[in-house]
């Protein structure tokens, strides 16, 4: 133990003088001039350098134009002035007159003779339509067919249109649409007429009066 003791103590005095001698060293160098020479090569190897200003170039900003704004549109309705009416007033001397209004005399009715009444005429149409007594196909045969027709083979359709007395019998014979012959025509209007009998119609007043009948006949070869 004393022995470590001991070599320590050895060591640090060792490293004290190694300490002193450096730094006797060192002033020794200061003095004799050779820290300069040591400082002028250490200079030497590292050579300041130059540098040069470069020109920089500046752009000039431009500002940008002023852009007015648009006007708002005024949406505020307008309002005519009202002008001024000058009112005159009255002349205090002018007077209001009443109109006296002529009462209206009235007209007293002129005594007259006043027209009769008429009676009402009594309706011209038959109340009730004459109307055939017994079948109307009894009326025409086929015995009354024209024998020129036979022959020539004529057929065809015949209207007529029968006036009819108070009596009930045939006054009249119209035909309304022809079968194309006229005596097929001629043997309708006379077979009718000669052998058709009709209830006679009736008037408003409820007695007999004229009437018509509407019928055909077709004429067919037997």
């Known amino acids: 133990m004393a022995y470590a003791i001991e070599n320590t103590r050895r060591r640090q005095t060792q490293t004290i003088i190694a300490v002193g001698l450096l730094h ?4 020794w160098a200061i003095a004799s001039g050779f820290a300069n020479r040591m400082v002028t090569i250490l200079t030497d190897r590292l050579p300041a350098k130059q540098w040069e200003d470069e020109e920089v170039k500046v752009t000039p900003v431009v500002p940008p134009p002023d852009v007015k704004p648009s006007p708002k549109p005024d949406n505020r309705s307008l309002v005519a002035p009202r002008p001024d009416i000058a009112i005159t ?11 006296e209004l002529t009462p209206i005399t009235p007209v007293e009715p002129v005594p007259g003779i006043l027209p009769e009444p008429r009676p009402s005429p009594s309706p011209s149409f038959a109340v009730r339509t004459a109307s055939p ?14 024998s020129a027709a036979i022959r020539e083979e004529r057929e065809g359709l015949t209207r007529f249109r029968l006036s009819i007395g108070v009596d009930g019998r045939v006054t009249g014979c119209e035909i309304t649409g ?9 043997a309708t209007c006379m077979k009718v007429s000669a052998r058709a009998r009709f209830v006679p119609a009736l008037g408003g007043d409820g ?6 009948y509407s019928g055909s006949v077709r004429w067919v070869l037997p």
């Open 24 to 27: 006797g060293v060192a002033i």
């Open 89 to 99: 007033p009255a002349d205090p001397s002018s007077t209001v007159r009443d109109i």
């Open 133 to 146: 007594k017994g079948s109307p196909g009894s009326w025409v045969s086929d015995r009354d067919y024209p």
């Open 178 to 186: 022809s079968s194309g012959s006229p005596d097929l025509d001629a």
């Open 207 to 212: 007695m007999p009066t004229v009437g018509s």
